[in-house]
């Protein structure tokens, strides 16, 4: 019965882990939120970007429920939005260096996903757009990596397009 209702037992190897990632996690938060803050400062003053979906961002409609809310910052996963689509949305994700095109958002890598043609292509265009998707929209999940290293890799994939 205990098994059934509360699970396995963790190995102790596992248990060990567990603990090291917990003592480091809110330096590594930190780090995520202070990498994605200027990842959409970036992002919000390009010219090829219609739109920047961060609550962090003054320019956001939940600007200041986010600061009430959450003061050290929202997070590291947003979306953001290409003025030229979904051939422009691809070529960026193809062209960003560092980052991985991937769907598990919240990893220690930083991560881009194409909404449109993955997680959400079995829907409609009108369905994806009732969910806030677009052709050009990117949601991108930033890590640890350092920060002048992400913001070329962004530089140089918004100049691929």
């Known amino acids: 019965i205990l098994l059934r209702d509360e699970g396995a037992c963790i190995s102790p190897f596992n248990a060990w882990l567990l603990i090291q990632g917990l003592e480091s996690l809110s330096l590594r938060i930190e780090r995520h939120v202070e990498n994605a803050q200027k990842i959409a400062d970036f992002l919000e003053n390009s010219p090829k970007v219609a739109k920047v979906n961060y609550p962090s961002l003054p320019s956001s409609p939940y600007y200041k429920l986010a600061q009430k809310y959450f003061p050290k910052g929202t997070g590291s996963i947003f979306s953001f939005e290409l003025k030229d689509g979904y051939t422009a949305a691809r070529k960026f994700i193809d062209s960003a260096d ?31 757009r009732a969910c806030g998707i677009t052709p050009g929209t990117v949601r991108i999940s930033i890590g640890l990596e350092n920060i002048e290293d992400l913001l070329a890799a962004v530089e140089k994939a918004l100049a691929s397009i």
């Open 98 to 128: 560092i980052f991985s095109d991937l769907a598990n958002v919240g990893d220690s890598k930083s991560l881009l996903v194409h909404p449109a043609s993955t997680t959400h292509q079995q829907l409609s265009e009108e369905a994806q």
